[in-house]
Nanobody, 128 residues
Framework: QVQLAESGGGLVQAGGALRLSCLAS????????MGWFRQAPGKEREFVAA????????KYADSVKGRFTISRENAKNTVTLQMNSLKPEDTAVYFC?????????????????????WGQGTQVTVSS
């Protein structure tokens, strides 16, 4: 059974930082591209960042570029989202997701429907 478990969410003041982690189990992690998405109240789930199966390539939403960094450690089945310079508009539930298996080392998807497995989400609240 595939499980993705996010952790690291919480309440932080604007300008602060949080580090989200996602631990995957039940799948060949190194064969999957991984992504982070978020969903704010009353809004659709949106792409935040993605990383290819061996971390050769990364992609960020324009709204987080330069502030967020996605990384992965295949030996530990984990993907991380470092979030700096947080803004109130970053407030949302953050989800990690797995897309694959991918047969190329550099590919990833920005599309929500391409992701096969999802975590339960972790709340991030940024106060002004």
């Amino acid at each position: 059974q595939v499980q993705l478990a996010e952790s690291g969410g919480g309440l932080v003041q604007a300008g602060g930082a949080l580090r989200l982690s996602c631990l995957a189990s039940g799948l060949p992690f190194s064969q999957y591209a991984m992504g982070w998405f978020r969903q704010a109240p009353g809004k659709e789930r949106e792409f935040v960042a993605a990383i290819s199966r061996n971390a050769y390539t990364e992609k960020y939403a324009d709204s987080v570029k330069g502030r967020f960094t996605i990384s992965r450690e295949n030996a530990k089945n984990t993907v991380t989202l470092q979030m700096n310079s947080l803004k109130p508009e970053d407030t949302a539930v953050y989800f990690c997701a797995a897309d694959g298996p991918r047969y190329t080392y550099t590919s990833y998807s920005l599309l929500l429907n391409d992701y096969k497995y999802w975590g339960q989400g972790t709340q991030v609240t940024v106060s002004s």
